[in-house]
């Protein structure tokens, strides 16, 4: 039998077109497969647990697969992050039982998307937050996004080149909070659509320049109609900062202790 | 008269071939020049406090410049702020007596550099800190790194390629300190031989390998021998953090704290 590896990564998106494998282009799963199969001389087929997109990062990316190889699991951990570019890093390698798989044993995805509201004036956070110059209306928007919260049809947040017909999806958690001048959207769920939490943020931006008030958001979130729901927020604002898999509630702040250490050099 | 103009500007120098305008290739200077004298209309001629190099990033860079437009300060700065890249950002500007100059005028440069000793597991800072994953004796290096405190001659730190006849300098304040899993070298200077502080690093690393001891690194430091030095650090650790104009005391805790809101997007 194989044995089952799960790989913990993080990642500056900034430098790859997303997670997902593509031919003749830098992809953090491609990155990843090659150096994987150069360490263990074998074909290697990863799962994530979440697609994340071009330009996003991650923080707690799951990875699981499968290998022939006997090679003791801290050496294959220590020569992988040896082998792997200054943009993606190994947080840590864990042996796993049959049938656990990173995407489909996930019971739930913590994303925060980071906007900083006037003048970006820190050029070594420029490539993970959103400056927005114009004034936005805080409360109004932390208003409009705990109407995000519970089990909902999310048609009017699905990206038209997304065909799957079902876009009911369960969210555990949305909530927008201030922290040291940044605006941090944090949202929980079981699933998200493709591009969702960026649309979520597209629309409370409306909110949050005054184009609507949130009984207007609300009506529009729940029209069932994209073309109602502004604009998709860019990706370089959003992370994947935790997967849950074990448990049934989800804190915000473990993937908020996360991101901390992340960012915080000094004291 | 021109009017003599200030500005303050932080950068993440990965991007960037240094500081110093250079034909065909992308520098600080170079990228500023060009904004500027789109925006005034006229030939600009800057100034900058340090001239860092390739790689080399800078959280208080000042600058200075004549100009004959009549614009408004503010009106100014907001201008060249959007249209600075990501990577190179106003934190404010200035208007100054004649005779100030952002290079002449400075009293003292303060620069962090900046060591994580193990595996590097975050893709967001390995841009901004050097991972050396041997083993390293701190205390051997905080008392190694106090040896540099004075007025000294630093020939055996002088880059061969620096024909500059006279390598006495004054150092204020150097010191090793470890915050949070970091080995952080700050040196305040009056003024530093080119690539002066990544020579200082290099050194140190031999003590902290066991190389040396604290003797044979003195020796080696006054030894008037490049050679007997070590390498040079790479140029992705150091940071320029802090140029102070107007007092005869450099507290570290300035800098430290723009370190800290530089890198900090959380608590």
């Not at 913990?8 to 998106?13: F, K, P, R, S, T």
């Not at 994987?36 to 647990?49: Q, S, V, W």
């Not at 922290?179 to 949050?208: P, Q």
């Not at 860019?234 to 509630?249: I, K, M, N, Q, T």
Request: overall charge positive; proline content about 3%; glycine content about 8%.
């Amino acid at each position: 039998m194989k044995r089952n590896i799960e790989l913990v990564l993080a990642y500056d998106g900034s430098g790859f077109k997303g997670w997902q494998v593509q031919p003749d282009v830098r992809t953090v799963q491609g990155v990843l497969n090659r150096k994987l199969e150069k360490l263990l001389a074998e074909p290697i087929k990863t799962m994530g647990a979440s697609r994340t997109d071009s330009g996003v990062h991650a923080h707690d990316q799951h990875v699981t697969f499968k290998i022939e190889n006997a090679i003791p699991l801290v050496k294959l951990a220590r020569a992988l992050n040896h082998h792997l570019p200054e943009d993606v890093k190994l947080v840590h390698a864990l042996e796993r039982e049959e049938g656990y798989c990173a995407r489909r044993s996930a019971r739930a995805k913590h994303y925060v998307y980071i906007i900083k509201q006037g003048e970006q004036k820190n050029p070594f956070l420029g490539r993970y937050v959103w400056s927005i110059e114009r004034d936005l209306d805080f409360s109004a928007m932390v208003a409009a996004a705990r109407c995000f919260s519970g089990i909902n049809d999310f048609k009017s947040l699905q990206c038209v080149r997304d065909f799957r017909s079902r876009s009911v999806v369960q969210i555990f958690t949305s909530r927008l909070e201030e922290n040291h001048g940044h605006l941090c959207f944090h949202v929980v769920g079981r699933s998200f659509l493709y591009n969702m939490v960026r649309n979520m943020v597209g629309a409370l931006i409306k909110v949050g320049v005054g184009d609507w008030n949130v009984a207007q958001f609300k009506m529009n979130l729940f029209s069932g109609d994209r073309s109602q729901m502004g604009v998709t927020a860019p990706a370089h604002g959003l992370h994947l900062l935790r997967v849950f898999y074990d448990r049934e509630s989800y804190p915000l702040d473990e993937g908020k202790a996360i991101l901390n250490r992340h960012f915080e050099l000094l004291d």
